[in-house]
């Protein structure tokens, strides 16, 4: 078997990640959470790190040996890194900062790379200039195997999910589409991003300049793997209600999210309260992103919160109104 075809395989789909029903005051409305926390990398990056060396390989890009580059940070480069080593490839990520040996070291126990730059945006000419492959995990958003496989476990009415290179609401939209079924896709958005701007004026190439501080959603532009015309509804979502809700998911699930599963939930508990408001049943899903550890030292803590300036008080007060707690909760 050639390497192409090896690597093909292992770059086939795994296992799907679990539904898990999440109890809300509204009769006749079901809120399901896609749990992408049950990635082998623990993330939905990991699916969008598939898509892209899957991409690469087909287009000849990547071949066997071949340097893998990338700019990014987080859980894109653990994705990444993962799917490097398991395809025996040299992987080198550029991440925005100063040398940390804490954000360096899951990518490194993978085997890959991390060079830090500085400032923060030098990272994609940077990256640009290292010899090998460069993923371009924005300009090259691929579509991944997300819709097909949650469109096998249920048919909803409205998905929600964040919105970081724009591949997620893409492949759900076109998918959507294509098959013609009945379900309408909302992109929730947190402070700073110009999704929600660049999609309410029709404005493809909107910047706000301005960072989001919920990782691994929102941009400062609107990034060309966003496709507005696939999406039927973009809810902004404040940076405290994404805390509060993350912090929500965690007592009724236990799982500890990071912030950008905060606000899809927010934005998804949203839409739950206009079907309700109009009488409407059916089944929303909300995408959880990831869940680690890590995030209790930020979005679950009160300090870090402080810091941040995000009180997430009033937002928790209103999520007990709306979501009706298993036994145990808070």
């Known amino acids: ?64 040996g071949t340097t893998v580059v990338e700019a990014t940070g987080g859980n894109a480069a653990v994705a990444q890194a993962w799917f490097a080593r398991r395809l025996g490839l040299p992987y080198i990520v550029v991440m925005p900062g100063e040398r940390s040996r804490a954000r360096a070291r899951a990518v490194e126990e993978l085997g890959g790379e991390c060079r830090f730059v500085t400032p923060p945006l030098a990272i994609y000419d940077a990256a640009r200039g290292i010899p090998g492959h460069f993923l371009d995990q924005f300009g090259r958003a691929a579509e991944h195997d997300l819709a097909e496989e949650l469109f096998a476990q249920v048919r909803p009415d409205w998905v929600v999910t964040g919105a970081g290179t724009g591949a997620t609401s893409a492949t759900l939209g076109r998918w959507v589409r294509d098959h013609d079924v009945p379900c309408r896709i909302a992109v929730a958005d947190p402070d700073n991003s110009a999704y929600f701007p660049g999609w309410t004026l029709d404005v493809s190439d909107y910047a706000t300049g301005m960072p989001s501080r919920i990782e691994g959603i929102g941009r400062p532009r609107v990034e060309p793997g966003f496709r507005p015309d696939l999406v039927d509804l973009v809810i902004p979502v404040p940076d405290a209600a994404s805390v509060a809700a993350a912090r929500h998911l ?59 300036g995000l009180d997430a008080g009033p937002y928790a007060d209103e999520l007990r109104r709306r979501v009706a707690l298993r036994p145990g909760g808070e």
């Open 1 to 64: 078997m050639s390497w192409n075809a090896r690597a093909l395989d292992v770059l086939a789909a795994g296992e799907p990640t679990p539904l898990i029903d999440f109890p809300v005051q509204a009769p006749g409305i079901r809120l399901l959470l896609k749990d992408e926390s049950a990635q082998p990398t623990g993330s939905l990056r990991h699916r969008h790190a598939r898509a892209l060396f899957r991409q690469a390989v087909l287009d000849g890009l990547v071949t066997e």
């Open 250 to 308: 965690r007592a009724v699930t236990g799982l500890a999210v990071g912030g950008s599963s905060g606000t899809a939930l927010w934005a998804a508990l949203e839409l739950v309260e206009r079907m309700r408001a109009r009488g409407e049943s059916g089944t929303v899903v909300s995408l959880v992103g990831d869940a680690a550890d890590r995030h209790l030292a930020t979005y679950h803590d009160e300090a870090w919160a402080a810091a941040k």
